[in-house]
């Protein structure tokens, strides 16, 4: 279902966030991408350069076959036509018309010294080069959208032939003139004022009005933000409160340099705030999941401090916060999390209270509201822990057994009686199999004792370290008891030295991520070398495993 919105959220992931550093999408990335736009709902997709970008040509002759859009319409980006020529003479725009889009964006020169220094040409030619184009393309049936490349910085430096280049447009046929703060350097008092007086000098029908079907009359101004004064959103927001009613963005702020405006603040902030309807209520409510889905496709890490969608954009440490928490969410959060997506989480740590280990229990499943000896007992442990090197921010399985040991909850899967490990070391540029023979796999070998079940069991392992060596005499002593643990895998291993002024005598944190198929847990250890520290982690890995698979402790030494 189209909305009727007069308001446009045109999204330019797929061109301007392609070309952030580091992006490299391929056809089927950008068809993904554009399925995810399209179910947050904005209005518009602008899928990239056909002529200029093969990927973009096929991108869109892809899009027509297989890409069903129920509220956005694509649009394809180019230029304006080459000094001294014609439109419909010019490969570049006859391409634009090739992709068959709705609509058209064209990046035109609005700042003279552009026009002059870079294009090396005239202004009259420049502003012929806008009128051809647009007009060409409005006759051939398109919606025009044309974006003022340089329009703050050309309005500065000289306001009456910027607005010549607005006026030639909206005069030739385009929709909307979206101003463009290229270099991104506007901050949002000069971004107001430019679009007011742009407003103000082009005539009240620049403001987009619905008309019967819903979609914008008469000439619409737009906002285009680039980031490197780290205003975009605001600057967008500005635009807006000035009478912009045309938004550009990308989600996750991906873009050239410091990136463009982050569409999701911007359709966040004047929806949630300013009370316009932009996007389906259902599009910002899964707007978390949307960018998180979108970072996987651009193989790009998501950004946990970003605003409203980001893994920390609602998580809490402080102890005073969570203790205020507790009454109301609301007098630490801006807003309810759920609006986009996103959840509430707390963290456990030094500075943490018994506020925080109340609510991280219930997060994690414990009701603790009447175990105050607990909530007392825990708090004290982890600021003790802590400040011996452990973190449980990192390791929210570690915490829950430290709650489950404090309420006597914690199952004794087995007890370690002794465990040792010796290292082999061969001369550089041998492996093991050039000193011991063909079968020889490891450099280290371990051997643990456990008991299990009431039985003492004595394995051994042989590993590439003497991590993988313990990791695999842990697993040979404890499988056939519990075959969960074959599922365990080891997935992720960080070393810390911690106290580094202290030399040899300095302690070693280990953090671990373990995952079994379905879920991954992280878990930490301490000691003063990586291999007791590690021993710690992993083993308390395979016991939070064990728990989570419902496994009870096998005979007498269960506890
Ligand atoms: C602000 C933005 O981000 S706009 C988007 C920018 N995106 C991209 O540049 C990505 C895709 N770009 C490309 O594939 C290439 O740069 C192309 C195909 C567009 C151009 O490449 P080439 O044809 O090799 O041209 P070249 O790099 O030598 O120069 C660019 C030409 O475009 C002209 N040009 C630049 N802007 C405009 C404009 N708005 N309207 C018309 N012509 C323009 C330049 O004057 C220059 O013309 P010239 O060849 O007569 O000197
Ligand atoms: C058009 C565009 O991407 C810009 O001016 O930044």
Redesign the pocket.
């Known amino acids: 279902m189209r909305t009727a919105s007069p308001f446009h959220v045109y999204d330019t992931t797929l061109?301007?966030g392609a070309?952030q550093e580091g992006m490299n999408l391929s056809v089927t990335d950008k068809l993904a991408i554009a399925a995810q736009l399209d179910e947050f709902g904005v209005g518009f997709i602008e899928g990239g350069?056909p002529?200029?970008?093969p990927k973009d040509t096929d991108f869109f002759a892809r899009a027509a076959k297989e890409l069903t859009l129920h509220n956005a319409v694509l649009a394809a980006?180019?230029?304006?036509?080459?000094?001294g020529t014609r439109a419909g003479d010019d490969p570049?725009v006859r391409a634009l018309l090739d992709a068959e889009t709705p609509v058209v964006t064209?990046?035109?020169?609005s700042d003279v010294r552009?026009v002059e220094r870079?294009?090396?040409?005239t202004r009259e030619e420049?502003l012929a080069?806008i009128r051809d184009?647009v007009a060409f393309l409005a006759g051939e049936g398109r919606r025009v959208v044309l974006?003022a490349?340089h329009f703050f910085d050309g309005y500065r430096h000289d306001p009456a032939y910027a607005l010549a280049a607005a006026r030639t447009a909206f005069e030739a046929g385009a929709e909307v003139v979206c101003l463009?703060d290229?270099n991104g350097g506007m901050i949002p008092t000069w971004v107001s004022q430019i679009v007011a007086e742009v407003l103000d000098a082009v005539g009240p029908t620049a403001v987009g009005r619905a008309g019967d079907d819903g979609r914008p009359v008469g000439p619409v101004l737009g906002m285009h933000a680039h980031n490197d004064s780290g205003c975009a959103v605001a600057n967008t927001l500005a635009a807006v409160e000035a009478g912009a009613t045309h938004v550009q963005g990308t989600v996750n702020g991906y873009g050239?340099r410091t990136g463009n405006a982050d569409l999701v603040a911007v359709t966040a902030n004047l929806q949630l705030k300013l009370g316009m309807e932009l996007v389906p209520e259902a599009g910002l409510r899964e707007a978390t999941r949307i960018a998180h889905a979108i970072s996987e496709i651009t193989n790009l890490s998501p950004f946990a401090r970003q605003p409203y969608v980001g893994q920390s954009a609602f998580t809490h440490k402080a102890g005073l916060h969570a203790s205020a928490i507790r009454v109301d969410p609301d007098l630490y959060q801006h807003m309810d999390p759920k609006d986009v997506g996103n959840d509430m989480r707390m963290l456990v740590s030094d500075m943490a209270g018994r506020a925080s280990v109340e609510l991280k229990g219930r997060e994690l499943g414990f009701d603790l509201s009447d175990r105050k000896d607990v909530l007392a007992r825990v708090t004290d442990r982890v600021k003790h822990d802590e400040a011996r090197g452990y973190t449980y921010e990192a390791a929210d399985a570690s915490f829950e057994l430290v709650l489950r040991d404090e309420l006597g909850e914690l199952p004794r899967y087995f007890e370690t009686q002794s465990w040792r490990t010796i290292m082999e070391t061969v001369p550089d540029g041998h492996t093991p199999a050039d000193v011991y023979g063909p079968e020889a796999e490891a450099f280290a070998e371990a051997t643990v004792k456990i008991m299990v079940g009431g039985e003492r069991i004595v394995a051994t392992g042989e590993g590439t370290g003497p991590v993988d060596a313990l990791d695999r005499a842990v697993r040979q002593a404890l499988t056939s008891v519990y075959p969960d643990l074959r599922r365990f895998e080891l997935i992720d291993f960080k070393v810390r030295i911690l106290d580094t002024d202290q030399g040899t005598d300095a302690r070693t944190r280990v953090l671990v991520e373990t995952a079994d198929g379905e879920r991954s847990w992280s878990t930490v250890g301490v000691g003063p070398n990586v291999i007791e520290a590690a021993w710690e982690a992993v083993t308390g890995a395979y016991v939070y495993g064990l728990i989570k698979a419902g496994v009870s402790p096998a005979g007498p030494s269960a506890g």
Do not use: S
């Open positions: 061109r301007d070309q350069w002529g200029a970008v980006f180019g230029a304006t036509r080459r000094a570049q064209l990046v035109a020169k552009h870079a294009l090396r040409t420049n080069m184009t974006d490349e463009c290229t050239e």
